[in-house]
């Protein structure tokens, strides 16, 4: 059965741990819903681990959109997020809600995230009033990242735990139906998750949030630019892509590959007529 907003708000009712993963194209989607996700996140990290850029700023709603599609094909089950790129949301609510419903109609996302607290509430909450879920994103938001200089633990101080905690009620007032906590410290996130009644999405944010996401190249080992303290790698897919491709060389190298049976067949009498 197709999950919606309304499961994410029932397993925290029920206290029921929500799974999320990214993922940025079709057969990748496929497997995750497979799997058994409650939501995938087309996440604006695909700039760094799909298009190989440093950071996110250069990502755009084109990029999110041929991606969040792709996504949407794939994935029959989950709910599907597409993340609002940099500053497709800040410079005003008309352009927030008119980017917004472009991620629906053209990426057939369920719902879109964007990253901030107090300061995109309006846009929240115009996006909601437009019949869109928006799920926020607190904590280390990476397209601020040259706003905070550099990838930081966010919340630390007395007053950026409290900002932290007063945004979150924000968003939520908002309509936000989920927010995602990143790299925010364990014992403050909790707190996040207690007082609220929507659900806490955490990504280095400790194991009492209500659900948990990863960046799916993170937990696969296949992206080695850098791995943040927060992952759990659950294979090494990057190190056995790598095998894969050099005995594919090899066997190309030596004529081991293609074998016979790769071939297609022809009559000898056609070919015969070719002398
Ligand atoms: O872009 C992304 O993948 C994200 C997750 C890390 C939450 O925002």
Redesign the pocket.
């Known amino acids: 059965m197709k999950k919606t907003t309304a499961t994410f708000k029932q397993a925290k009712a029920d206290g029921k741990k929500l799974t999320m993963l990214?993922a940025y194209d079709y057969s990748t989607a496929a497997l995750v819903d497979g799997a058994g996700i409650d939501g995938i996140?087309v996440?604006?990290?695909l700039g760094n681990v799909m298009l190989g850029y440093e950071d996110?700023i250069s990502v755009t709603m084109e990029d999110m959109i041929h991606h969040g599609a792709a996504v949407a094909r794939g994935a029959k089950d989950c709910l599907v997020v597409i993340?609002m790129p940099f500053m497709s949301y800040q410079e005003s609510i008309e352009e927030a809600v008119h980017n917004a419903g472009r991620l629906m109609k053209e990426g057939r996302a369920n719902a879109v995230?964007l990253e901030g607290g107090a300061s995109v509430a309006a846009q929240i909450k115009a996006i909601t009033d437009a019949g869109i879920p928006v799920m926020a994103?607190l904590g280390l938001t990476?397209q601020s990242i040259n706003a905070f200089g550099g990838y930081k633990v966010q919340g630390k101080t007395e007053a950026a735990a409290k900002k932290l905690l007063e945004d979150a009620k924000v968003v939520e007032e908002a309509g936000a139906f989920a927010v995602?906590l990143?790299c925010v410290p364990s014992a403050l996130a909790a707190m996040v998750t207690k007082s609220l009644s929507i659900p806490t999405i955490g990504?280095g944010a400790g194991s009492d949030c209500d659900g948990q996401?990863l960046?799916y190249q993170d937990l696969l080992g296949m992206f080695s630019d850098f791995t943040p303290k927060f992952v759990r790698r659950y294979a090494e897919i990057g190190a056995a892509m790598k095998d894969a491709f050099k005995a594919y060389i090899a066997d190309v190298q030596s004529g081991a590959f293609p074998a016979p049976e790769h071939g297609y067949k022809i009559a000898d009498e056609v070919i015969e007529k070719l002398y």
């Open positions: 990214t996140l996440g604006d990290s996110t993340d995230k994103h990476p995602v990143e990504i996401i960046v």
